[in-house]
């Protein structure tokens, strides 16, 4: 006899996992900003309780290797939250996370980089921060440079690259981590239509490959274009889950009535 | 868990590791060994590539320093003692390597802070690269001591104690990480830190045998010294700056008496300064 959560370990169609996932902030006003707030707090000898916001509620996901999932829901939804939980950005109040292999995130256009090191450079660190090692690095920096269409500005320090260079270069460095898990937050919403369309491209050949998606997006139809399934997030709870045409029609929908009613409002 | 479920190879599923203990987080951190060299890479690049001369600058620096203050103990409050020059050298470049180590340490979450916000790595990576950065600068400066030494001393030769330089250097390390992570930690959440650390350093500076030898102190002041010295070597930069010469130019080791508790100390505040810093670098996404 096995007990269901062993199951769930040995699960070998699963990329990722969540168990009753949940993220509460707490007000970032409630925090002492200053030591002079925080000696004022401590003098009163009344701590002011905390207020919680819960971003995520709960949440139980199962994603299975290979699918390519989107998440869609309004501003504050816990859309964000989720893919910094699931790459460890941020750490849960309460519920597990479970994943299979490597998890890669695609950066807003070029997070690591330092305005005074080179292309190349900033190539290299970007590449080390995903967790490339050296050799690895070596092996793919020509490979990140020619993506990126770089070649004669590799050695020209990225503070006099435009904001296209830099979002390919970023997108570049990224992409060739080769992660089993990629997580990817709104990181297409700029660049131009050319550089969109390469960077479908490389999701699809990496859905192709096995490997699994997650797209964070306010871009329905990209969405649709990229991803079979769609989660529908609100208020840090799973609203609709299922194939993307579905869920996508029935947002769509609900935004429209939401609308409506606002505007029958006098 | 039978064979039979194994149909499809691949990553198998597993725990997310959130929190984790001071021995796991630096095997992690030493399993990422890459990128704490691409951190201090960036970071030596950074502070050499703007000006011509590049790390001349940043050498030059102690050596101009040197001159000023050797020229005021010695002509303005008549200090005689043989090698000032050299020794005040010694004494400011290990200065520098704290006082430089501390003040990036403060700050590196907050100068990283796209990175923090954006992408997990372990964070220990930050403020132990920044002192990795800083203690390899140290040694770019030792070699300006070696050869101001040769050129003011020319008939100096080191002795096998000047291989104590290396245990010196651990224990300043040591110390100076466990302190730059606690400052890393307290300084992301309350920005006052760096301003009290500021004017903390500048008495340090004055109250530490860098411009000024301990045995100065003791001419000095005479009968007061009696007290004074001993209390006055608690200061753990004032062991190591004093250990650094004796072991350079008096060719004896270090005071063991002095030197042993300042080595317990450093263990002690990297164990406290890494076990905080773990605590708080959750919060660190949120807090900046």
């Not at chain 1, 090191?117 to 990140?144: P, Q, V, W």
């Not at chain 1, 609100?234 to 029609?249: C, F, K, L, S």
């Not at chain 2, 040694?139 to 002795?159: A, E, I, K, N």
């Not at chain 2, 301990?214 to 005479?222: H, M, W």
Request: charged share 20%; glycine share 6%; with cysteine.
């Amino acid at each position: 006899m096995v007990s269901c959560q062993t199951m769930a370990f040995t699960d070998t169609n699963l990329a990722i996992r969540t168990v009753g996932l949940t993220k509460r902030y707490r007000y970032i006003h409630d925090r002492p900003a200053r030591v002079k707030d925080l000696v004022i707090t401590a003098l009163r000898r009344r701590l002011p309780r905390a207020r919680m916001l819960k971003a995520l509620d709960g949440l139980n996901l199962k994603v299975r290797r290979g699918e390519s999932v989107g998440f869609i829901g309004p501003n504050g939804s816990g859309k964000s939250t989720l893919m910094a939980l699931l790459s460890r950005v941020l750490r849960p109040t309460s519920g597990e996370v479970y994943v299979a292999g490597r998890v890669g995130v695609l950066l807003e256009v070029g997070a690591a980089f330092h305005p005074d090191l080179t292309g190349e450079e900033n190539a290299r660190l970007t590449a080390a921060i995903f967790g490339m090692s050296r050799s690895e690095i070596e092996a793919r920096l020509e490979d990140i440079i020619a993506f990126a269409e770089l070649e004669e500005y590799r050695q020209m320090p990225v503070r006099t690259y435009s904001s296209g260079m830099l979002l390919r270069l970023g997108f570049a460095a990224a992409t060739h981590l080769d992660p089993d898990i990629l997580l990817v937050d709104e990181a297409l919403a700029v660049g131009d239509e050319h550089f969109q369309r390469r960077c479908y491209d490389w999701m699809e050949e990496h859905a192709a490959r096995g490997q699994t998606l997650g797209l964070v997006s306010h871009d329905l139809a990209q969405i649709r274009r990229i991803c079979q399934r769609v989660v529908w997030l609100e208020h840090g709870r799973i609203v609709q889950d299922g194939p993307a045409e579905e869920v996508v029609g029935a947002y769509l929908e609900a935004e429209e009535r939401h609308d409506q009613g606002e505007e029958a409002r006098p | 868990m039978s064979s039979g479920e194994q149909a499809t190879s691949g990553p198998v599923l597993r725990p997310v590791r959130y929190t984790m203990g001071i021995g796991a987080s630096l095997v992690e951190v030493a399993g990422r060994w890459d990128l704490v060299r691409a951190l201090v890479q960036r970071d030596l690049a950074v502070r050499y590539r703007k000006s011509v001369l590049g790390v001349f600058w940043s050498l030059l620096t102690p050596l101009l320093q040197m001159a000023i203050l050797t020229f005021v103990m010695k002509y303005a409050l008549g200090v005689t003692e043989p090698n000032l020059s050299v020794k005040i050298l010694a004494g400011l470049i290990a200065w520098a390597y704290f006082e430089n180590s501390l003040l990036d340490c403060a700050d590196c979450i907050i100068n990283n802070r796209d990175l923090v916000k954006k992408i997990y790595f372990p964070r220990p990576a930050l403020p132990l690269s920044v002192v990795l950065g800083n203690t390899i600068h140290f040694g770019l400066s030792f070699v300006v001591l070696m050869l101001w030494l040769l050129l003011w001393v020319p008939d100096y030769r080191p002795t096998l104690q000047a291989l104590w330089v290396l245990p010196l250097l651990v224990i300043q390390g040591l110390m100076l990480a466990g302190a730059g992570m606690l400052l890393a930690a307290t300084h992301t959440f309350y920005h006052d830190i760096k301003f009290v650390l500021a004017q903390l350093l500048r008495v340090l500076f004055f109250v530490t045998p860098v411009m000024y030898t301990a045995e100065t102190i003791r001419v000095k002041l005479g009968a007061a010294a009696n007290w004074l010295a001993p209390t006055y070597m608690y200061n753990p930069m004032a062991t190591i700056i004093e250990s650094y010469r004796r072991v350079l130019f008096e060719h004896q080791r270090p005071e063991m008496v002095l030197l042993l508790p300042v080595a317990a100390f450093a263990v002690v505040i990297f164990l406290v300064g890494y076990r905080v810093f773990l605590r708080a670098s959750w919060s660190f996404p949120e807090a900046i």
